[in-house]
């Protein structure tokens, strides 16, 4: 097979649904034309745990246009099936309106559904609930433990006690929730026994089998649409109680139910990043060569689930050390499911670790990056395996020499301008190389314009695009003659479009169909008599601008439309398919970046101003290279959030979050985010995949929070270890 000429990846092209989005023709999932839909709104609980005694919908129902109030007193009873293929952690999941326990504050108890919303909002707010409430428990610091997870590796005991220098520190990171701008939606219309949900989901396969589980009925039931996602940050990587609820309402007023979530039930109808308390002691030779690390963990979940993130790979594997042990214990506290946010687990892990090593330079007087080179791995100590690619050194190198970390005083609290302390920082970035089975088709139309598609979400990464300039080079077509479509469970299937997995996967999967579409094209050319391009030998026929034509010799060939119309074929068909290969990996897959800050601290005011972030990253190939930067720069805003702003916080009496809106749970606005630049390394790790991507979107927040940490303790000289870094820590 010869190899194809790379023209659109590579190429930093806009998106090709820009147009769509801006001009608002993009629909969500609470815009499709839904015939007939009425509204529904979630009545959720006022207390944190204990049980519903009563509840009086009289004056609800009597409202205009309201057509039913259904609650545990009147619903259905659910199959609640087990679904294996889901990102349900182990445990039980919410069985909504099936009894009468509250588990956590924002529990869903009633739904109302009437003709309009507004009737459904204000009927919503008439619906009296009586409790029987108990003190719930939501304190991390407080609770007790479920047994952990271990890792071990040497004697960390006897390393500590003949280590040279010791260190122990207890970090805090907050509760984040994701926030994504379009809040969650569903709408659910039944046709029979056949359900269809329009959703906001960054999964439509995770969802459809969700839904036909909780139903107790076929896959083949359950069709779910979601082409356009408002942001997802991993909020979407599950199907949510209200999805459940939209789809009984519908099945129970016998119209189709249109249920959006308001942003205050976003913060307990959804998942979040759930708040650890993490110390390490850690020991090292005079030169910062470490010995042993000891980290013990502990994180918030939900009394009904156990959700658990990677939070140890980073302690294992970013560093060469011969002893590490490593505790990480979730505490069931009566609040809902955490799940999956912007680097998970690797960024809280990285927050501690990059932190931890700061305050080792620092403490021995050597120059972070030094100390980090000093202890980089030759393969990974946790598996004994190679890396596939690892250019964190490269990272380090061009970083420093971009960032102009050498003219840094290393001295804290050295460097002024006016008012504010001014102060430089860095951390290392690590994200798992996650790859899972995946399908596209791919069929070629006889006017030369191509569709492809798979079941994948694009929740703003823009795989719209990614997935066109792959399919476009593969096919040899100008990106305007290719149209890719996702967002739909009758598509081939995908794995979530979430962890960084989706190019990996998805793209393979295109480019594998794209190929075989090609190679069936040149097939027909080479033994149709008629063909310019009979007898020739098909590694020898490329295909550039929709026609093939022999390698070298541009003049002999002929285009895909007189190919096939003369062979009287309407079209073209391929099936894609990409499957990491089976058995133990071969190699240690993980991107990898180098995060650096410069901040400015009004140590009077407590004030925290980033000033400029830079990331390097070895991310292997980049197809997009202009949707890459909308990644990394969007990674940094949120690390930015993470370091100083976001906090979602809980009233302990209660079990309420006092701050479940935009006003009161800051994220970073224009205002808060300077000068941001992402440097890539020019890769292709062809042992990660075909494609030679390592993922992007997960491992560029990775980092931001422990550079801007560290970059305010060289300011200022005050260690603060806990996130996010306010104004009332530092002073
Ligand atoms: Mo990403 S947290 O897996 O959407």
């Not at 769509?20 to 959720?44: F, I, M, P």
């Not at 009737?119 to 707010?125: I, M, N, R, V």
């Not at 690797?346 to 202890?375: C, F, Q």
């Not at 006092?658 to 800051?666: M, Q, S």
Request: with cysteine.
């Amino acid at each position: 097979m010869s190899p194809q000429p790379q023209a659109a990846v590579g190429a930093p092209l806009s998106r090709v649904d820009g147009r769509l989005k801006v001009t608002g023709r993009a629909k969500y999932a609470a815009e499709h034309d839904v015939d007939g839909v009425v509204h529904a709104v979630v009545v959720d609980s006022s207390i944190g745990r204990g049980r519903v005694t009563g509840i009086d919908t009289r004056a609800a129902l009597a409202q205009a246009g309201v057509l039913k109030v259904i609650s545990h007193l009147n619903a259905p009873k659910l199959a609640y099936r087990e679904n294996r293929s889901s990102n349900n952690p182990s445990g039980e999941r919410l069985h909504v309106f099936q009894d009468d326990k509250v588990l956590f504050h924002g529990q869903p108890v009633a739904v109302v559904v009437a003709t309009t919303l507004e009737a459904a909002q204000h009927a919503a707010s008439l619906v009296q609930v009586h409790y029987d409430a108990e003190q719930p428990s939501t304190d991390l610091t407080k609770a007790s433990a479920h047994d952990p997870v271990t890792y071990a590796r040497g004697d960390t005991d006897k390393a500590l006690q003949s280590a040279a220098v010791r260190l122990e520190m207890t970090y805090r990171a907050a509760r984040n929730h994701h926030n994504p701008m379009e809040p969650h939606a569903t709408i659910a219309r039944w046709d029979g026994g056949q359900l269809t949900v329009w959703d906001k989901t960054q999964w439509v396969v995770g969802t459809q089998t969700e839904l036909a589980a909780v139903f107790g009925v076929g896959l083949d039931s359950v069709r779910v649409i979601s082409p356009f996602v408002g942001g997802g940050f991993g909020s979407g990587l599950r199907a949510w109680p209200h999805v459940t609820v939209a789809a009984v309402a519908a099945r129970e007023v016998g119209r189709p139910v249109k249920l959006v979530l308001s942003r205050r039930q976003l913060y307990f109808g959804t998942g979040f990043r759930p708040a650890y308390e993490y110390q390490v002691r850690l020991g090292s030779d005079r030169r910062g060569r470490l010995t042993a690390m000891v980290h013990d963990i502990r994180a918030e979940t939900s009394t009904y689930e156990d959700f658990q993130e990677s939070i140890l790979a980073a302690g294992q594997m970013l560093y060469s050390m011969p002893n590490v042990r490593q505790a990480y214990r979730t505490v069931p506290l009566d609040v809902n499911t955490p799940l999956y946010m912007r680097g998970p687990g690797y960024a809280t892990a990285s927050y501690v670790i990059e932190s931890a090593m700061d305050e080792l330079a620092h403490e021995l007087g050597v120059d972070p990056i030094e100390l980090r080179r000093r202890n980089e791995p030759a393969d990974d100590e946790s598996t004994g395996l190679p890396f596939s690619t690892r250019r964190l050194r490269e990272c380090y190198t061009t970083g420093a020499s971009e960032f102009g970390w050498h003219r840094r005083n290393p001295k804290p609290r050295s460097t002024s301008d006016g008012d504010w302390l001014i102060g430089t920082g860095m951390a290392a970035g690590v994200y798992d190389t996650l790859r899972n089975a995946a399908q596209a088709h791919v069929r070629l139309d006889a006017d030369g314009t191509a569709v492809v598609e798979a079941a994948t979400s694009d929740m703003g990464p823009g795989t719209y695009t990614s997935m066109t300039q792959v399919a476009a080079d593969a096919l040899g077509l100008s990106m305007r003659n290719v149209t890719f479509r996702l967002g739909d469970s009758l598509m081939p299937p995908t794995p979530p479009h979430g962890g960084s997995m989706t190019m990996a996967s998805v793209g393979s999967a295109v480019q594998d169909g794209c190929d075989k579409l090609r190679q069936q094209a040149i097939k027909l050319a080479v033994e149709d008599e008629e063909s310019p391009l009979y007898g020739v030998a098909p590694a020898d026929v490329v295909v550039r601008g929709g026609r093939l034509h022999v390698k070298g010799t541009p003049a002999r060939g002929e285009t895909y439309q007189r190919l096939l119309s003369r062979n009287d074929r309407p079209h073209l068909e391929a099936a894609g398919a990409f499957a990491p290969p089976s058995g133990p990996e071969r190699f240690s897959m993980y991107a990898y970046g180098a995060t650096f800050a410069e901040v400015a601290v009004d140590a009077r005011l407590g004030l925290v101003r980033v000033r400029r972030v830079l990331g390097v990253y070895d991310a292997g190939r980049i197809i997009s290279p202009k949707l890459a930067d909308s990644q990394a720069l969007g990674g940094m805003v949120g690390g930015i959030g993470t370091a100083l702003l976001e906090h979602t916080v809980t009233d302990h009496r209660d079990g309420r979050i006092v701050n479940a809106n935009l006003a009161d749970y800051l994220v970073a606005v224009n205002a808060d985010v300077p000068d941001l630049r992402a440097i890539y390394l020019d890769g292709d790790d062809r042992e990660a995949d075909p494609i030679g991507v390592k993922g992007l979107g997960e491992v560029v927040h990775v980092g931001v929070a422990p550079a801007i940490a560290n970059a305010v303790f060289h300011a200022t000289g005050r260690r603060i270890r806990e996130l996010p870094i306010t104004a009332e820590t530092l002073l």
